[in-house]
């Protein structure tokens, strides 16, 4: 149903790439690659990555680029990679997308689609400090935009709602900032090789998943 499958979703902090990654990815079976979640795990699980990322991911910098790029690549390997994949949340700096190039001509792929979430930055601010996110399934939520049925308990699996220590007004503001400098410039950068599609996050996710299918076709 849709023609490009290898994919990678680019825009700011609350634009809204997890939500639809997980909408197309539940769909079209494709791979969902959030290098946000991978990390939070890997925090969780007190492991090496982990033990290295938590202050930056905590405080709303980057993860140094070799680290993310050699986690994605390694994830890359996996199977469910096969029938396609939506990398969201990298590259975000010019160099990671380097990166990815340099690893997907050594195992054989190719990005087919990049899709930019474009979205105004008061409403990006408004989105992250609402948004709420179920421990078990990472399913988000969002207090003004897309409340839960029930308040702070999770629709798919019941338990509590959290929220994420980064998506304070404060650290908010400075992830745009890093995004602003570090990640916009992918935006020209995918633009040159013919790649991108930009699709209006300021909709609900009712519409902008069609404009993403759109895209995608
Ligand atoms: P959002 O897109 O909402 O800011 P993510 O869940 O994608 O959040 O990422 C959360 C944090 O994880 C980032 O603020 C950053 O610290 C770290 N992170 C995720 N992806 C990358 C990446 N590609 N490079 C460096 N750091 C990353
Ligand atoms: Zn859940």
């Not at 900032?177 to 599609?197: D, M």
């Amino acid at each position: 149903m849709i023609k490009n499958r290898n994919l990678v979703f680019l825009g700011a902090p609350g634009a809204g790439k997890g939500t639809l990654a997980q909408m197309l990815c539940q769909e079209m079976k494709l791979a969902h690659i959030s290098t946000g979640d991978i990390l939070r795990n890997e925090i969780k699980n007190g492991t090496d990555l982990g033990k290295k990322a938590n202050s930056y991911v905590t405080s709303g910098g980057l993860v140094p680029d070799d680290l993310v790029a050699d986690m994605v690549g390694k994830r890359l390997l996996e199977k469910d990679c096969q029938n396609g994949f939506v990398l969201d949340g990298f590259p975000r700096t010019v160099n990671q997308a380097d990166l990815l190039e340099k690893v997907l001509v050594k195992i054989g792929k190719k990005i087919e689609k990049v899709v930019y979430f474009e979205a105004n930055e008061e409403l990006l601010i408004k989105r992250l400090t609402a948004r709420l996110l179920c421990k078990k399934c990472n399913t988000n939520f969002n207090t003004i935009f897309s409340p839960p049925i029930k308040k702070g308990i999770c629709d798919k699996c019941g338990i509590e709602l959290y929220q994420r220590p980064d998506d304070s007004l404060e650290t908010a503001k400075d992830r745009l900032k890093i995004y602003n400098v570090q990640t916009a410039p992918l935006v020209p950068y995918y633009k040159k090789k013919n790649l991108l599609s930009v699709i209006n996050a300021e909709l609900s996710k009712e519409k902008s998943y069609p404009e993403l299918i759109k895209v995608l076709s």
